[in-house]
Nanobody, 126 residues
C-alpha cells in the first residue's frame, strides 16, 4: 500500500511558477512509476506528466511541454512537478498517482494508476 500526499499548490499570477510535491509512504516508492494529473471544474481528469521509477523516462501532455518538469528524489520518497510560465488554463486540482510496481514504463492513462493522492489546488490568475 502506498499513500500519497500532495502539497505546494496555491494562487499565482500568470507567468509565475509553482513546485508541487508528492510525498509517498511505504518502502516501495522507488519501484513505482509516478504521474501527475489535473482536473479543472466541469472537466474530466487529464494527464499532465509521468516518470518511470528511476527518473530516466518522462512524458508530458502537449499542453505543458516546455513549461512543466517532473522529477523525483527516491531517497526522499518524493516526486515533484515544477510548473513554470503558468497560464490561467492551468488552473485545476492536481493529483499525484502511482502505477503498479509491474509497470516498467510510465503511463499517460489514468486507469493504469492504482494509488492516488487527495489533490492540491492550483489557481492561476490573469
Amino acid at each position: 500500500q502506498v499513500q500519497l500526499v500532495e502539497s505546494g499548490g496555491g494562487l499565482v499570477q500568470a507567468g509565475g511558477s509553482l513546485r508541487l510535491s508528492c510525498a509517498a509512504s511505504g518502502r516501495t516508492f522507488s519501484s513505482h512509476a509516478m504521474g501527475w494529473f489535473r482536473q479543472a471544474p466541469g472537466k474530466e481528469r487529464e494527464f499532465v506528466a509521468t516518470i518511470n521509477w528511476s527518473g530516466v523516462n518522462t512524458d508530458y501532455a502537449d499542453s505543458v511541454k516546455g513549461r512543466f518538469t517532473i522529477f523525483r528524489v527516491n531517497p526522499k520518497n518524493t516526486v515533484y512537478l515544477q510548473m513554470d510560465s503558468l497560464k490561467p488554463e492551468d488552473t485545476a486540482v492536481y493529483y499525484c498517482a502511482a502505477l503498479p510496481v509491474s509497470y516498467a514504463l510510465p503511463s499517460t492513462h489514468s486507469y493504469d494508476y492504482i494509488y492516488w493522492g487527495q489533490g492540491t489546488q492550483v489557481t492561476v490568475s490573469s
